[in-house]
């Protein structure tokens, strides 16, 4: 099996160091670089996993991740934010970016390549949990998930969602006609080991219900229960 391919992205070049000769040391292919303005000249469609700091130069690394989640390419590419900004509002507003952990320096080597197994085994699994007797699109009257392509549509639009967005909107539509919980929701679209507010849920369902227009009101929620889409 092919080594993950991981991005460290931070402009404190010892700390890049530490984090690529730790990650080498567990079996990772390992790159860096020293500023969003570096990263965006890179070829990132290859990539496993980027490590990203948010306080770097004219370019902040959640304008980074926005950047990226807007590229079809790079949509999907887990992010793990590693910063000192440590406040509530910071935090939140890196996951509703589509992270797929946050975590606040100082930090040890050892929490941050726990977190890093966490987030690749999950979206490995992820890659590979498309069973053989299901379709590879998940569709409701008009509206679409290409779940090989990670593409959603819209009355055939395409509609840009963040990786958080489709895989909450994926695991609605193939559960639909039933309320799934927020321990169910937490489990299967945000690993175990992140920090989620409940209001980062309601955020995420909220920008769907926007994001695909009249099949917003296909998601229902059960107050004390947690989240559906309706047949």
């Known amino acids: 099996m092919s080594k993950y391919r991981i991005l460290v992205v931070d402009d404190e070049e010892s700390l890049c160091e ?21 990263v965006l000249t890179m070829d990132l469609k290859h990539l496993d996993l980027m490590i990203l700091d948010v306080m770097m130069g004219e370019i902040s690394g959640f304008s980074l991740a926005s950047i990226i989640r807007k590229r079809e390419e790079t949509a999907t590419l887990p992010i793990i934010f590693c910063t000192a900004r440590d406040s509530e509002d910071d935090m939140v507003m890196g996951l509703n970016l589509g992270a797929d952990d946050y975590i606040t320096k100082p930090y040890t080597v050892r929490n941050v390549i726990a977190r890093v197994k966490s987030v690749l085994r999950r979206t490995a699994h992820n890659k590979s949990h498309v069973p053989a007797d299901k379709p590879n699109v998940l569709k409701a009257e008009g509206l679409r998930l290409d779940l090989e392509f990670k593409r959603c549509t819209v009355d055939g639009e395409e509609v840009k969602l963040t990786r958080k967005e489709y895989e909450l909107l994926a695991y609605l539509i193939s559960h639909r006609g039933q309320i799934c919980s927020r321990e169910q929701i937490l489990s299967r679209v945000w690993s175990d080991e992140v920090v989620v507010l409940d209001r980062t849920i309601d955020v995420n369902i909220t920008r769907l219900r926007s994001k695909i227009g009249p099949y917003g009101s296909y998601i229902v929620t059960r107050s004390g229960f947690g989240y559906g889409f309706r047949d």
């Open 18 to 38: 530490i984090l690529k000769f730790n990650l080498e040391r567990e079996g990772y292919e390992v790159s860096v670089a020293y500023s969003a303005e570096e």
